[in-house]
């Protein structure tokens, strides 16, 4: 920003002129232009922004709507795109009371208006840690990316070592996600998956563990969609060595997965958009982090947790932090890692949910889903040219489309379903090249079976018109 341009702004701190004169002082500048001077200058604009004029409100409020028209969400389309972000059927219940004076307004503090946040939040650790078969559960983290990450650095710490083994069927978005967030402290190395079964390849697993392994994160139901049977194998190989087994997992399956718990997870993380979270456009996700009720993994949560406490008066108890002095909110920059605002909020959105369903309800909508996800599979695999990667292995919610046999690619496939109104699932083609044109399907309780038809349909009229030649090669036919 150029020098003449500094005034005192009206919303912004500290633009008194004499009060940002002090600080540049302070830090031995003289100038604004100064603190830009560590940006390379070819990344630096040298014009004056091409804006368009000022709109009043209203005429804001239309152009800011026009835009968003142009947007078509699942409400619109038959969606069948999931790939971390899903849809399911949200309770109305679930927004009658996320959206309450008491926790909507709330923040990481404890006044404002948050009467019943501690309570609230304490329900929901309760109902979580039931379906994961775990004792401890934190207040929710930004995503599951961010509740692997934090999991991992948490086994780095109770450890002592300083790598963790992650396998190829992760998301590798969230793999990218999770370096970010371990680096320096934690490197982490690549475990090969099974090319025919999409499970972890327990020699490749075995021929890297060594005594720097902190642990080994895997998840079930995987980024693909795969149940991973091997669970209590590499826990156990895992354990061999010294290290932690981390287990990232989809918490709607719980109802008809067993619990990571029951096949020797030390750590448990995974995301809560399944349990009452709308969409939102691929945002508005929240993560969670459970473990057993032993001192060194309570003490390394870098969250807050609440619990039942004893309150000043003799007899009577109350809900509040547990371990407070563990967090950075008490410890700041000597905190095992900085914590900020936390998505308390979704918290209580998925305990709202969880007591909603209960545990039959939790084992119907599983049950449902892996009922209708397994008929999608077999209509659109029994499309000519059409088949299922990794057929053999039981799924849950996502499976895996082959269409190198159809002469298109997923591209050109995705781009025709959206002509028929349909979301088609996520193009592989980029993450994982060597499959060729590969789709991730998502199916959920949302979907009826005139959907499903209507998907396969739609499908097989597309792959209809290409041919087998030219998926071999890759290249888009045009009918």
């Not at 947790?305 to 563990?326: C, K």
């Not at 499309?383 to 919610?397: A, E, N, W």
């Not at 190198?404 to 109104?421: C, H, K, P, S």
Request: aromatic share 8%; net charge negative.
């Amino acid at each position: 920003m150029a020098e003449h341009r500094m005034y005192a702004h009206p919303y912004i701190p500290n633009t008194v002129p004499e009060v940002r004169d002090a600080m540049l002082r302070e830090i031995g500048l003289t100038s604004m232009d100064q603190l830009h001077d560590a940006i390379p200058d070819h990344l630096k604009l040298k014009r004056e922004m091409d804006l368009p004029p000022a709109m009043n409100e209203y005429e804001l409020r239309r152009h800011i709507e026009g835009i968003l028209a142009k947007n078509k969400h699942g409400a619109d389309y038959l969606n069948f795109l999931g790939a971390g972000c899903w849809q399911h059927f949200i309770p109305a219940v679930c927004d009658e009371i996320n959206q309450r004076s008491e926790f909507v307004t709330a923040y990481a503090g404890e006044p404002y208006e948050d009467h019943g946040r501690f309570q609230a939040l304490f329900e929901y650790q309760s109902l979580l840690a039931e379906l994961v078969d775990m004792d401890v559960v934190n207040v929710p983290t930004f995503d599951w990316a961010q509740a692997a990450s934090t999991a991992i650095r948490m086994a780095g710490r109770i450890t002592g070592r300083r790598t963790a083994l992650i396998p190829r069927s992760v998301d590798p978005d969230k793999v990218a996600i999770i370096r970010n967030y371990c680096t320096p402290v934690m490197d982490i190395r690549m475990v090969e998956i099974d090319p025919a079964t999409g499970k972890m390849d327990l020699a490749d697993l075995e021929s890297k563990l060594d005594g720097d392994t902190a642990a080994v994160y895997f998840e079930n139901p995987g980024y693909l969609g795969i149940i991973e049977d091997q669970g209590a194998d590499i826990s156990r190989l895992a354990h061999a060595a010294q290290a932690l087994s981390i287990v990232g997992v989809d918490p709607i399956s719980l109802g008809v997965l067993e619990p990571p718990a029951r096949y020797g997870a030390d750590i448990v993380c995974g995301d809560l958009q399944p349990l009452g979270m709308h969409m939102n456009y691929g945002g508005g996700q929240a993560g969670f982090i459970a473990t057993r009720d032993e001192e060194k993994f309570v003490m390394e949560y870098p969250s807050r947790l609440f619990g039942i406490v004893p309150t000043e008066v003799e007899g009577e108890y109350g809900f509040g932090d547990v371990a407070y002095e563990r967090t950075s909110f008490a410890l700041r920059e000597k905190g095992k890692e900085s914590v900020g605002t936390q998505t308390a909020l979704w918290g209580i959105t998925a305990g709202v949910y969880l007591a909603l369903m209960g545990p039959n309800g939790m084992q119907e909508v599983g049950g449902t889903i892996v009922q209708k996800a397994k008929y999608a599979a077999n209509q659109l695999s029994g499309i000519p040219g059409v088949s299922l990667r990794f057929g053999g292995t039981p799924f849950f919610k996502e499976f895996v489309v082959d269409f190198n046999g159809t002469g298109r690619t997923v591209a050109d496939i995705n781009r025709r379903l959206l002509d028929e109104g349909i979301f088609g699932g996520k193009d592989l083609s980029a993450s994982y090249p060597e499959w060729g044109q590969c789709a991730l399907y998502c199916v959920t309780e949302i979907h009826t079976q005139a959907d499903l038809d209507r998907l396969a349909g739609a499908v097989r009229a597309i792959v209809g018109t290409g041919s087998a030649a030219a998926g071999a090669s890759g290249e888009e036919q045009t009918p």
